[in-house]
C-alpha cells in the first residue's frame, strides 16, 4: 500500500496510518459499516473498521514490504459488488436493490492510496468494471467510484497515474469511475484530504447524472 518515506522518524505508511484512522472515525458517523481496509501488499483485510484503534491494530499486523498488486487488490473488491449490480433491480432514479430483499446496494467509493507504480496494471480491472456498469440500464453513476491517491513525491508514481489516466481516456465508451490525485496536490495525506478527493469525484459524477436525464 505504500513504502517508508524519507522523513526520519516518520514514514509514508505512518501518514497513509493516521489519515485512515481519522477517516475511520468520521466515516463510522454516517455509515454504519464503517471502511473495510484492504492491502495491496498483503492479502490481510479489516472489514467494518469503525475506530483509530482497530485500524492502529491492522496496521500493526501489516509492514510497508512487497510488491503493489493494485489490479488484483481492485478485483478482490469489486468483483462481488459488480455480481451483486448485475443481479439487481433497478429504481427509475438509478437506485439497485436486491432482488429478494428489496434492500438498497450501498454505493461503494474505493480510496487507493499508493506511492509506487503498481506490479500488476489496474487497468483490466476497471475498463472491466466501467465497461460491466455501464452494461446496467439506468444505474446511477455514482455507485461505484475508485480515488487514487498518491502518497510521496515519486517521480514514477506520478507518471502511472497519469499514464492510467490517459489509458482510461482512450479506452472508449466506458463509463468514467476514476479519478487521480498525484502528491503535488495532496500532502500530507489526511483524513480531511482524503474526504475532500472523495466528495470531488462524488460531486462530479453526480452533475454528470443530472445532465444524463437534462
Avoid at 17 to 32: I, P, S, V
Avoid at 104 to 115: C, E
Wanted: proline share 5%; aromatic share 4%; hydrophobic share 35%.
Amino acid at each position: 500500500m505504500a513504502l517508508p518515506g524519507s522523513r526520519r522518524g516518520f514514514t509514508r505508511w505512518d501518514e497513509a496510518g493516521q489519515a485512515l484512522e481519522a477517516l475511520a472515525e468520521t466515516a463510522q458517523k454516517y455509515d454504519d459499516d464503517g471502511l473495510d481496509i484492504f492491502f495491496i501488499n498483503n492479502p490481510k483485510e479489516a472489514l467494518n473498521v469503525k475506530s483509530a484503534s482497530q485500524v492502529q491494530t491492522v496496521f500493526a499486523r501489516v509492514g510497508p514490504r512487497g510488491a503493489t498488486h493494485t489490479g488484483e487488490c481492485l478485483e478482490q473488491i469489486l468483483k462481488p459488488r459488480l455480481v451483486a449490480l448485475e443481479k439487481a433491480r433497478i429504481d427509475p432514479d438509478g437506485t439497485p436493490r436486491d432482488r429478494r430483499t428489496g434492500e438498497v446496494i450501498k454505493r461503494v467509493n474505493v480510496i487507493v492510496i499508493t506511492d509506487g507504480e503498481a506490479t500488476d496494471s489496474p487497468k483490466y480491472t476497471i475498463v472491466d468494471a466501467a465497461k460491466r456498469l455501464k452494461d446496467i440500464p439506468n444505474l446511477c453513476l455514482t455507485q461505484i467510484g475508485i480515488q487514487f491517491v498518491q502518497i510521496g513525491s515519486d517521480a514514477t508514481a506520478t507518471q502511472a497515474l497519469r499514464e492510467l489516466d490517459d489509458d482510461l481516456a482512450k479506452a472508449g465508451d466506458i463509463r468514467d469511475i476514476v479519478d487521480t490525485t498525484p502528491y503535488s496536490k495532496l500532502h500530507p495525506v489526511t483524513a480531511d484530504g482524503l474526504i475532500k478527493v472523495l466528495v470531488g469525484g462524488i460531486n462530479r459524477r453526480v452533475d454528470e447524472q443530472k445532465n444524463r436525464y437534462r
